[in-house]
């Protein structure tokens, strides 16, 4: 696969969405007749965003008389992936169809981080609607009844007081624990919106039981996604399972595949090599893929497939964590109002 070197200027990348888009409009833009030129050109009289731009200056480097691949990675915002299945798809003369393959490529990527996110958002904002609750709890419901308490203390006993102070402690305590769960919650969401926060934490997630089995699936679905890009550009085989690995991000599925590329160099096929790591029904998929000639896009629909499994894995891990908090609210609350109400009651039947 041909390697794009950037311009030495550090700049931002483009998101995953706006490389969707770009990807999208230049390939339906490329298959009405529209030259690369006119294409770029008119993206950039479209607007002032990153893209538009980045459009700009490829038409730039176009006239020069730079192919687009080229051109695009001397802008210093596209990845190395896209330049590199961009280079290789010019040299073949697939463009048009692996600027399709990158837009669902970009697109699908998109649609897991965004799931990933709301996954942690949601709990965070159910820990912060607890620390609501407990607040009001401690800080302003339980002073008034140590005020009612305190001008009462004739008809108290010790022991009474001990629940008003055991409610208090209580109350800091869940509001202190909800605080620290949901401030480590949008951390996390934080540190999972970049490149090196996702990089520096898939080592440990990979390892948890609680997280193993979506992280697994999703690195299949991207293995197997990149792929049918690469494919589809026209990468030969080898090179494609190297990039792929490369790009999935899953040390353990490296392991598994280390030795691959070489063994289809050999003349193995995709399904003999990815056999040991898919499910059954999926390896059948891919054989039955690849002895008919669509191998592309038998490896496109198990992407699918598997980034479904790995969204609806963590979708089962967040419902699982629903009720365990609400459980802990429940808990909390019930104890701190338990235990000032338990004055109350003595109060009451001493009258």
């Known amino acids: 696969m041909q390697t794009i070197t950037p311009m030495r200027e550090k700049k931002t990348k483009l998101s995953a969405m706006q ?38 200056e ?39 169809e692996s600027l399709e393959r990158l837009s669902g490529y970009y697109r699908r990527q998109e649609e897991m981080q965004q799931k990933m996110r709301s996954s942690l ?24 009844f ?14 009474a007081y001990s629940y008003v102070s055991a409610a208090g402690v209580i109350g800091i305590v869940g509001l202190v624990v909800s605080a620290l769960l949901a401030l480590s919650l949008l951390v996390l969401t934080c540190i999972l919106g970049t490149e090196c926060g996702r990089e520096a934490l898939r080592g440990p997630l990979e390892k948890l039981p609680l997280t193993r089995e979506a992280l697994y699936k999703l690195a299949l679905s991207r ?29 353990g599925l490296r392991e598994k595949l280390a030795g ?30 690849e002895a008919s000639g669509s191998l592309t896009d038998a490896l496109e629909q198990l992407s699918e497939r598997l980034g479904k499994e790995a969204g609806d894995s963590i979708t ?9 908090l609400m459980g802990f609210l429940t808990v909390t609350v019930g104890l701190t109002l338990l235990s000032v109400m338990l004055p109350l009651l003595g109060i009451l039947g001493a009258v």
Not at 152 to 158: P, Q, V
Not at 224 to 244: F, W
Not at 264 to 287: D, K, N, T
């Open 146 to 159: 140590r005020g009612v308490y305190d001008s009462l203390t004739g008809s108290l006993n010790a022991s």
């Open 121 to 144: 958002t949601y709990p965070a904002a159910l820990l912060g609607m607890m620390c609501v609750v407990l607040g009001v709890l401690v800080f302003w419901v339980l002073p008034m």
């Open 316 to 324: 089962k891990l967040i419902d699982s964590v629903e009720p365990a």
């Open 223 to 251: 293995l197997t996604d990149t792929l049918s890009t690469l494919l589809a550009s026209g990468t030969d085989p080898q090179e494609a399972m190297e990039t792929a690995l490369t790009q999935c991000g899953h040390d």
């Open 58 to 96: 490829i038409a730039g480097y176009l006239d020069e008389g730079r192919t687009f691949a080229e051109s695009a990675g001397l802008t210093g915002v596209f990845p190395d992936y896209a330049l590199g299945v961009l280079g290789t798809a010019e040299l073949s003369g697939r463009l048009d």
């Open 19 to 56: 490389l969707c888009d770009f990807c999208a409009q230049t390939a339906a833009m490329l298959h009405s007749g529209c030259s690369l030129e006119d294409i770029c050109a008119a993206f950039a009289q479209d607007g002032a965003d990153e893209t538009a731009r980045a459009a700009g």
């Open 260 to 289: 691959s590329g070489e063994r289809l160099a050999m003349g193995e096929g995709f399904a003999g090599v990815l056999g040991g790591v898919l499910p059954a029904l999926y390896a059948r998929m891919l054989r039955v893929g």
